[in-house]
């Protein structure tokens, strides 16, 4: 067992509950570590704990990033709080109604929190400074509060406001949040140097502490019990530690719904602010602060499993070899959804898993029963399957449905149709499952899904008994036109891995691998191989000509027979181009509104940086301007600071306006102001995912509609951003360039990323009306159709995509290319 420890930031709480719980229940002991939670005192410093040696490990506030400024060697691994719960607290009675009103009054305070940013930010940016308080030593006791030895005192939202309501006191707070400094709390630390000598410790330990939290939110009372029982030197009562406890769950989870959280936007975020308030003296490399190393293949291991692991040096693995979009060998190779997510599970559990060739699914059934194989990588548990595997948790569930010939009725009762033959893919589970819930239904066995359906298709059967994604995926790529999905039952297909059941550790392995995998990667894969799969060959140019036909048809039609009515029908043929005209005003409207969502995420993002910064600038002006300290030089300068600030959101205001106006105003417009424009609405969620834009911009004015063309930019740059974000990790470069000429009468615009391109066998279809790559959830599939519209009908120009290559920094790159043609010079008509 590896010693180790751990000083803790404040006194025995459900504050520290995942430390508690991972001593507790084994957690450290099972990855060998015996860990020494160091309780708090008033006289100590956590920072000086760790730098001088005597914890590996600590626990503080964001007032680590001011540390790290001024020279201290450490490094953050994570975040309990996601949302700081630090307040100033004082009783409803004090009379305290603004933070302006603390001055002069006492404060109750620890020497380690008279460093912590998220607090002095909020006074510093009301022009309050601790000089002006009566500061005292902390007792953390409430009573004196009440007993008016304090006025004020630093504590937490998750504890003291509910101790003073058990007491009958109603409470006054005044919350950083709420004036702009949101920021994280209770950081899991080190030194660079422990973390550099003791990657394993740092990751084990790490790893352990998180899956104690996890614990200690799914289990609260039982923790609860604990800290009552066992760490409980406030002798803090049950209610205020169950109120404690649920309190803390609505600020521990990131958005994926994940513990300890550090992002390096948020980071960057609480930097600028500190700069802005003064408290940082020098640089910051993020990348440096933040530690990374422990979160690669970041599940929780035993001792036990890894040296199985290492025992085992490979895993062997039987698949179905022709279920798409599931699965399939191609080429000796494993492809579809299952394969994706083995390639995500074999990362996490560092063990090469090895395909096991086969040609039918019956084949890999023997090899398993005869232990050729560890793993099934998708199955569902069925009594005969239990005698030689164990299951996981599913990662996939599915319907079951019925296909048939295009003219058949909809079924929604086997009972139905127990007169017809219906085909399943023998030794399947729900051929199993059906077999003996239907016994009197005559069930046709087939080696695989294809052969069920030509069976169909033949009319040999009536129809075959599928899962809802092989079954639509075979119809949408071979049988449209001549076979349907015509009943979906109640019945789920619940799907996971089946692992070999004389060595269960496997089982254990594998359910921790499948619950790391995060929600947006099963977004990602489904997206991959059904969103785009399942739209990709509908034969759009088919159905269009049969709807021009058919009209044509009808027009032809009418006119024999009401030549003398042209007049009467031109009328009404003007009235239905001018409802298609509407209805596009609608769509292109709701595009807009479809782009809202994320603009108001932006702005409202960018607004909270210059509101701190006016703040700021305005109290320093009157704290220096009191004492008589304010130069020329500094009241310019802030003066400046804010105007520049007002003009940013003034124009933001604008710019938004603006672009949901749908006033069509043809006007003189600059297209680098329009680009720029464009760029900073999408700034914010370009940062995020590190998307460096390129510019080569040939100035140019011309008249045109720069609401629609602001519009355009965004939609080609957000679909550019997804793609990036898809196909390009964020370890690498990811890049936009954008280009702009002028050649003869035209204006061209060129945007382009290294995204690898779009997939030759969709990339004629991406203006189409409602397609989409997108998963139906995350795209309408009207963006780029709205984008072809304005530019066709409103700007007078046209667009085109296509995959090039091209060279930047000596590299070559493969990515889409848009191009946008538009006249220097458009009519009002």
């Not at 239990?386 to 058949?408: D, S």
């Not at 007002?646 to 329009?674: A, G, H, M, P, W």
Request: net charge neutral; with cysteine; charged share 25%.
């Amino acid at each position: 067992m590896k010693k180790t420890s751990v000083q803790l930031m404040w006194l025995d709480q459900f504050q520290f509950a995942g430390f508690y719980v991972a001593k507790e229940k084994g957690f450290y002991k099972d990855v060998g570590l015996d860990v020494e939670l160091k309780k708090y005192n008033s006289s100590i410093s956590v920072l000086d704990e760790v730098i001088n040696k005597k914890a590996d490990f600590g626990t503080n506030s964001s007032s680590l990033i001011v540390d790290k400024s001024n020279g201290k060697n450490i490094v953050l691994l994570g975040s309990i709080f996601q949302s700081s719960p630090l307040i100033l607290l004082a009783l409803k009675d004090s009379k305290l109604k603004y933070l302006n009103d603390i001055k002069n009054k006492t404060l109750m305070i620890t020497n380690e929190q008279e460093r912590f940013a998220t607090f002095s930010s909020m006074l510093t940016s009301k022009g309050v400074n601790l000089s002006d308080l009566n500061l005292i030593n902390h007792s953390f006791n409430v009573d004196d509060l009440i007993n008016k030895k304090t006025d004020l005192m630093l504590a937490y939202t998750t504890n003291e406001p509910f101790i003073l309501r058990e007491k009958g006191y109603e409470s006054t707070i005044f919350n950083p949040k709420d004036y702009g400094f949101d920021f994280y709390e209770e950081l899991i630390f080190t030194t660079n140097e422990f973390a550099q000598n003791n990657p394993e410790i740092v990751k084990d330990f790490y790893k352990a502490t998180i899956k104690g939290w996890e614990y200690a939110f799914e289990n609260i009372e039982e923790t609860v019990n604990l800290i009552l029982n066992k760490y409980n030197s406030q002798n803090k009562s049950l209610a205020s530690l169950l109120f404690e406890a649920n309190e803390m769950k609505k600020l521990v989870y990131d958005k994926n719904g994940k513990i300890g959280t550090i992002t390096t936007e948020k980071i960057n975020l609480i930097i600028n602010t500190y700069r802005v308030m003064g408290l940082l003296n020098n640089k910051i490399d993020v990348d440096d602060l933040i530690y990374a190393k422990h979160l690669e293949n970041n599940i929780f291991l035993t001792n036990e499993e890894k040296r199985y692991l290492k025992k085992k040096a490979k895993i062997t693995m039987c698949v179905d070899p022709n279920w798409m979009p599931f699965e399939k060998i191609e080429n000796n190779k494993h492809i579809g959804i299952a394969a994706d997510y083995i390639k995500i599970i074999e990362n996490k559990i560092q063990t090469p898993i090895v395909l096991v060739p086969t040609k039918t699914w019956n084949e890999s059934m023997k090899k398993g029963k005869e232990k050729k194989c560890d793993i099934f990588s998708l199955v569902m548990s069925t009594p005969e399957r239990e005698k030689y595997l164990n299951f996981t948790i599913p990662y996939l569930t599915t319907p079951l449905v019925i296909a048939a010939n295009i003219n058949a009725p909809f079924i929604d009762n086997l009972e139905q149709i127990k007169d017809q033959k219906l085909a399943i893919v023998s030794n399947y589970a729900y051929a199993e499952i059906l077999k003996i819930k239907h016994p009197n239904i005559h069930f046709i066995d087939v080696p695989n899904i294809n052969e069920g359906l030509k069976l169909v298709e033949k009319g040999e059967i009536f129809g075959f008994i599928g899962s809802l994604a092989t079954v639509g995926y075979q119809i949408q790529n071979n049988y449209i036109g001549q076979l349907k999905i015509t009943g979906k039952f109640d019945d789920t297909w619940n799907l996971g891995i089946g692992s070999r059941n004389d060595e269960p550790i496997l089982n254990s392995i594998l359910n921790k691998a499948i619950e790391d995998i995060s929600s947006a990667q099963k977004q990602e894969i489904l997206n991959k191989w059904i969103s785009i799969n399942y739209q990709k060959d509908i034969n759009y140019k088919l159905l269009i000509s049969i709807i021009i036909f058919i009209l044509a048809l009808v027009v032809i039609y009418r006119q024999y027979l009401l030549k003398k009515l042209n007049k009467k029908l031109s009328k009404k043929i003007s009235l239905e181009i001018k409802k298609n005209e509407e209805k596009n005003r609608i769509l292109i409207q709701q595009s807009r509104m479809a782009s809202m969502g994320e603009m108001l995420e932006n702005i409202a993002h960018q607004w909270r940086q210059p509101l701190s910064t006016i703040s700021v600038c305005a109290s320093g002006i009157e704290l220096k301007k009191r004492f008589n300290s304010l130069d020329d030089e500094e009241f310019f300068q802030s003066i400046n600071h804010i105007k520049q600030a007002t003009t940013y959101l003034s124009n933001t205001i604008d710019d938004f306006r603006n672009f949901f106006s749908n006033e069509k105003i043809i006007s003189e417009i600059s297209i680098t102001q329009v680009i720029n424009k464009a760029l900073d609405l999408m700034s914010p969620t370009l940062n995020t995912h590190k998307v460096v834009v390129i510019k080569n911009t040939q100035e140019t004015k011309f008249l045109s509609l720069e609401n629609e063309l602001i519009q355009v930019l965004m939609n080609i740059l957000v679909n550019a951003k997804d793609a990036l974000k898809e196909k390009i990790d964020i370890k690498e470069k990811r890049y936009i360039f954008i280009y702009i000429y002028t050649e003869e009468n035209n204006l061209i615009i060129k945007i382009k990323d290294n995204a690898k391109g779009i997939d030759e066998k969709i990339i004629d279809k991406v203006f189409e009306p409602y397609f989409t790559t997108k998963h139906k959830f995350n795209g309408t599939g009207i963006g780029l159709y709205m984008s072809k519209l304005l530019i066709d009908k409103h700007l007078k120009g046209k667009i085109e995509v296509s995959n090039n290559t091209f060279f930047y920094n000596d590299k070559e790159y493969l990515g889409a290319e848009f191009t946008i043609t538009l006249p220097l010079e458009i009519n009002n008509d």
